[in-house]
């Protein structure tokens, strides 16, 4: 998604490899049909072909469907020195301020304002300077690190994002003539420079889906392999499942689960990376749900992370919330029921439920969360024992 709009800041056709079909990359393509941008979406590859003039907004129809939107807000300001966005949608799983961008911005030298609903940004020439964040966000980190690319002088970006698509923006932008340095520190240099041209990259893994899939094989039993992954990016996953019990074998490029579908109950507690990722959160608690003993899950990113909560209730869940803190004692078997998907990670954590419970279960989604974060999700699953379909 930042790859696609990082390609905004240089007129040419920018190639990108390994794209998953998700809604959001659709929802990005069309945000950059409204730019005047030309895109080509076949099998896994995407052709953007930026012209010399591109367009200045960001519609509400479309930024409100994702949050991702806000992330042509650098780009533009640093090519054209004029933004108009609309404020941010997507799932609502709590605060998540864009004041962290907006702020780095305005250091840079942009002027903002907010009017009928939309983020106004205007400047001359963004100018290089030193940004303290004031919480490490990826996607403050990834504005800021775009816009930044065509200013005046020298940014550092302090308390920056560490995680893996901090360092593969990186790397996209120096392959379009960028001169970034520190990405996956806490401390990146961007030394600015006059224009960049296209690129052509392959994409990382998603380490999400990646984990979500290792934590349905744990729960559900069985021995499966995902290939093309980099465990790295998914260590500290790892590390708890290696904990509740379930054996895990890591080789370069591949991990493979082995598990009887018996494990036991581990704590653990959300954090920026390379912490425990809040995106896992929701699938390590159904998990933890059928584990053996009393497991204490805590949530540090976001303040509504427990939507789903009520629904895994409703699946025969033992799980009491106090503020950011759930409390799940691990019960026997878990019974299907009609549950209802209030965000996409939500969702899985439904999907991996069901794939254990005893009866059928079905999953409401008429709002397409899960579309928007996975590819192929009930094909994959179907690929490896589920019994699992989709129904009008």
């Given amino acids: 998604m930042k790859l696609m709009a990082a390609a905004l800041m240089a007129s040419g056709e920018s190639v990108i490899h390994n794209v998953p079909h998700i809604q959001d990359v659709v929802t990005m393509i069309e945000l950059l049909g409204t730019l005047g941008v030309g895109v080509e979406f076949n099998a896994n590859t995407l052709r953007l072909s930026v012209g010399e003039e591109i367009g200045e907004e960001a519609p509400h129809e479309l930024v409100r469907k994702m949050r991702a939107s806000i992330q042509v807000m650098g780009p533009l300001l640093g090519r054209?020195?004029?933004?108009?966005?609309?404020?941010?949608?997507?799932?609502?799983?709590?605060?998540?301020?864009?004041?962290?961008?907006?702020?780095?911005?305005?250091?840079?030298g942009a002027k903002i304002w907010e009017e009928h609903g939309y983020i106004y940004a205007e400047t001359d020439r963004l100018k290089g300077v030193d940004i303290q964040l004031d919480y490490p966000s990826v996607g403050a980190t990834e504005n800021l690190m775009m816009a930044a690319t065509l200013a005046q002088g020298t940014t550092q970006i302090r308390n920056a994002a560490r995680e893996p698509e901090i360092i593969e923006t990186q790397n996209f932008l120096n392959q379009m003539g960028a001169r970034i340095r520190g990405a996956g520190t806490d401390v990146i240099r961007i030394d600015g420079v006059e224009g960049l041209h296209p690129a052509e990259h392959t994409t990382i893994p998603d380490r999400i889906e990646v984990g979500t899939y290792l934590v349905a094989a744990a729960m559900a039993g069985g021995k499966v392999t995902l290939h093309s992954v980099i465990p790295q990016h998914v260590a500290s996953l790892i590390a708890k499942l290696r904990e509740t019990g379930v054996d895990i074998a890591v080789d370069e490029d591949r991990v493979t689960v082995h598990s009887n579908g018996r494990y036991r109950a581990v704590n653990f507690q959300s954090l920026p990376y390379p912490g425990f990722p809040t995106d896992l959160l929701p699938q390590v608690m159904a998990m933890m749900a059928l584990a053996e003993g009393t497991s204490v899950i805590r949530e540090t990113v976001y303040t509504?992370?427990?939507?789903?909560?009520?629904?895994l209730v409703r699946m025969g869940a033992n799980i009491i919330v106090a503020d950011r803190t759930a409390v799940v004692q691990g019960v026997v078997h878990l019974t299907g029921?009609?549950?209802?998907?209030?965000d996409l990670r939500a969702g899985a954590a439904l999907v991996l439920a069901a794939l254990v419970a005893d009866g059928t279960t079905i999953i409401d989604d008429d709002d397409g969360h899960l579309g928007r974060g996975y590819d192929d999700l009930v094909g994959k699953l179907q690929a490896v024992g589920a019994d699992m379909f989709y129904v009008d």
């Fill in 337 to 342: 029921a009609e549950v209802l998907v209030p």
């Fill in 80 to 108: 054209l020195g004029r933004v108009r966005v609309s404020l941010p949608g997507g799932c609502a799983i709590g605060e998540r301020p864009i004041d962290f961008h907006l702020k780095g911005l305005r250091q840079l």
């Fill in 304 to 311: 509504n992370r427990y939507k789903h909560v009520g629904e």
